[in-house]
C-alpha cells in the first residue's frame, strides 16, 4: 500500500513538472509577453540580463536588459519570413559583423524558442545562446 501511494504520488508529481515545463516559452497570441533569464556567451565575454519578448501584430519585439537596466539590444522578429531586424545595439557590440552574427543567430533562437528549446550554439562564431523561462510572481 505504501509503494502504491509513494508511486501516485510521484507520478502526479511528475505530472505537475510536465505541465509546468510543456507551459509555452514564446509568446503565442497578440500582446503575449514572455521574459527569461537571458545569456549570451562570446570567446572573450558574455552578456546577461533579462530579455522580454512580446508579441505585437504578427511581429515578436524583443529587448535585452543587463542587470543594471542598461539596454544591450532591441530587436524585432517577422515570424512568417524568419527575420530579425535590430533596432537598438549597445556601442561594445555595434559593428557591422557582429550585427549579422546576432540577426542570424537571434532567428535561430527564436525557432528553438518556438519548439520549447532555450539554448542555441553558434558553433562557427563559438557564442551560446540561453534563455531560461522566468515564471511571473506576483508581490503582494
Not at 545569456?39 to 530579455?51: L, Q
Request: charged letters at 25%; hydrophobic letters at 40%.
Amino acid at each position: 500500500m505504501k509503494r502504491l501511494t509513494l508511486i501516485c504520488l510521484l507520478f502526479v508529481s511528475s505530472l505537475a513538472a510536465i505541465k509546468l515545463y510543456a507551459q509555452s516559452t514564446f509568446p503565442a497570441s497578440e500582446g503575449e509577453r514572455m521574459k527569461y533569464n537571458a545569456y549570451i556567451e562570446m570567446p572573450r565575454s558574455y552578456v546577461s540580463g533579462i530579455m522580454i519578448l512580446m508579441n505585437d501584430n504578427n511581429e515578436i519585439k524583443g529587448s535585452l536588459f543587463n542587470e543594471f537596466g542598461v539596454t544591450a539590444l532591441d530587436f524585432s522578429y517577422l515570424p512568417k519570413k524568419n527575420k530579425v531586424k535590430l533596432h537598438n545595439v549597445v556601442k561594445m557590440m555595434d559593428k557591422w559583423y557582429i550585427r549579422r552574427v546576432l540577426r542570424k543567430d537571434l532567428a535561430h533562437m527564436m525557432v528553438c524558442l518556438q519548439k520549447g528549446e532555450t539554448a542555441y550554439q553558434n558553433e562557427r562564431h563559438h557564442i551560446t545562446y540561453k534563455f531560461t523561462p522566468l515564471a511571473d510572481e506576483v508581490l503582494e
